[in-house]
């Protein structure tokens, strides 16, 4: 399995920017389909944006359309998730996400969909 590992979480206030990254190791992501989620404490892991194996499709969840871009460098093994307007309900634990099955869609939404997965980064929004 490939590892995944996030960073760029922190504290940041409403309206203010995050950029977060996952640094992939052991294998090229290059060939999988990748995701964001976020979680909250006593919450479901929800999906956050999904990104297809060469960059050239991109789906996120309505909450965060237009606010946030996930994009990604294969050349890096690396994926990313730009924030900006950050909302108190962004508030949560973010976790990337590669599916390392054969992928028929351009993008995954559900849990079930991906292998393996990072240790998440906190993302505190005040208000």
């Known amino acids: 399995q490939v590892q995944l590992v996030e960073s760029g979480g922190g504290l940041v206030q409403a309206g203010g920017s995050l950029s977060l990254s996952c640094a992939a190791s052991g294998r090229t992501i290059s060939t999988y389909s990748m995701g964001w989620f976020r979680q909250v404490p006593g919450k479901e892991r929800e999906f956050v944006a999904a990104i297809s194996r060469s960059g050239a499709y991109t789906y996120a969840v309505d909450s965060v359309k237009g606010r946030c871009t996930i994009s990604r460098d294969n050349a890096k093994n690396t994926l990313y998730l730009q924030m900006n307007s950050l909302k108190p309900e962004d508030t949560a634990v973010y976790y990337c996400?590669?599916?390392?099955?054969?992928?028929?869609?351009?993008?995954?939404?559900?849990?079930?969909?991906?292998?393996?997965w990072g240790q998440g980064t906190q993302v505190t929004v005040s208000s």
């Open positions: 996400a590669a599916r390392e099955r054969y992928s028929v869609s351009s993008f995954y939404s559900r849990e079930m969909d991906y292998d393996s």
